[in-house]
């Protein structure tokens, strides 16, 4: 089937260089790898002819070679049901952009606010891109490989030495119990 849907494409889409990404691990999904230029185009297609008629999700992955992104489409018609993940690749890291499909799938609004906000791409035409978690002044993308988190943020330390949150403090002392246990189990055992 995605075999089709790649040849549908690639005769609908001018450039879009529509190919198929089979995982080595037979476990995984397949995919379609489109040409980040032509993503507009090829969503497009996508609905009208109603091959897919829902954006599911939109996310992205940093590779250091380039950044992905990964659109979840979905169909929910009775007589016609399925899902497409479709990717397209981003390699410039510094001015890495693509058209927004918020136009297209309004579900994709907050969703490339969010791709923006932790990977730093930039969504074209998108109308009210700026940062949907971290605050407008913060400095990088927390979701790159080349991340580095601010010792500082407005006069407060990030991550103040000897504090932790509950989740971690709990954990720690879940370990802790269970290597008591253990060592007074093995003590009974010699």
């Given at each position: 089937m995605l075999n089709e849907l790649v040849s549908k494409i690639n005769s609908a889409v001018s450039g879009a260089n529509a190919s198929l990404l089979t995982p080595e691990d037979s476990k995984l999904e397949s995919s379609i790898l489109v040409d980040a230029k032509k993503i507009h185009a090829v969503a497009e297609f996508l609905k009208k002819s109603k091959i897919m008629n829902a954006?599911?999700?939109?996310?992205?992955?940093?590779?250091?070679?380039?950044?992905?992104?990964?659109?979840?489409?979905g169909n929910f018609d009775i007589a016609n049901p399925g899902q497409l993940l479709?990717?397209?690749?981003?390699?410039?890291?510094?001015?890495?952009?693509?058209?927004?499909?918020?136009?297209?799938?309004?579900a994709a609004d907050y969703q490339e606010r969010e791709c923006f906000d932790m990977l730093g791409i930039t969504f074209n035409n998108h109308p009210d891109h700026r940062r949907i978690l971290c605050p407008d002044d913060w400095e990088g993308f927390p979701l790159r490989k080349d991340y580095v988190a601010a010792k500082n943020y407005n006069g407060m330390e990030v991550f103040p030495e000897g504090k932790m949150n509950m989740a971690d403090r709990e954990f720690i002392v879940r370990q802790e119990m269970i290597k008591k246990a253990q060592e007074a189990q093995s003590g009974k055992v010699q």
């Open positions: 954006l599911q999700a939109i996310s992205g992955v940093d590779y250091v070679e380039f950044i992905e992104v990964v659109y979840i489409f479709l990717k397209a690749r981003i390699t410039d890291r510094v001015n890495g952009n693509i058209d927004t499909i918020s136009d297209l799938f309004p």
